[in-house]
């Protein structure tokens, strides 16, 4: 599965962006989706993912402000995130994953080029 995000852009605190990732290939619905991020000097860490069954999970730091969301038919993923704070800047990134013990994993070592996305105070 090839992977595509968009939508990312500057902001200020408080307001919301909706990131798209654009899929390619007849097995998306077979894989769980999810998305990462990367600050500047930081690790890239988890934020949210979908199964193929459509069950959510998502990072403590964005519950409650994040949604993740996906579409079979047009082979998408969305990240709704609304209330954005300066902390979440950063570079966003869709990805195929697994959940391993607690910890959701990308499946593939490709990242491609994110989205970024800048949260002013």
């Known amino acids: 599965v090839q992977l595509q995000a968009s939508g990312g852009g500057l902001v200020q605190a408080g307001g919301s962006l909706r990131l798209s990732c654009a899929a390619s290939g007849r097995t998306f619905g077979t894989y769980n989706m999810g998305w990462f991020r990367q600050a500047p000097g930081k690790e890239r860490e988890f934020v949210a993912a979908?199964?193929?069954?459509?069950?959510?999970f998502y990072a403590d730091s964005v519950k409650g402000r994040f949604t993740i969301s996906r579409d079979n038919l047009k082979t998408m993923v969305y990240l709704q995130m609304n209330s954005l704070k300066p902390e979440d800047t950063a570079v966003y990134y869709c990805?195929?994953?697994?959940?391993?013990?607690?910890?959701?994993?990308?499946?593939?070592?490709?990242w491609g080029q994110g989205t970024q996305v800048t949260v002013s105070s």
């Open positions: 979908i199964s193929r069954f459509g069950t959510t």
């Open positions: 990805a195929t994953v697994a959940l391993r013990d607690t910890t959701w994993y990308s499946l593939s070592d490709y």
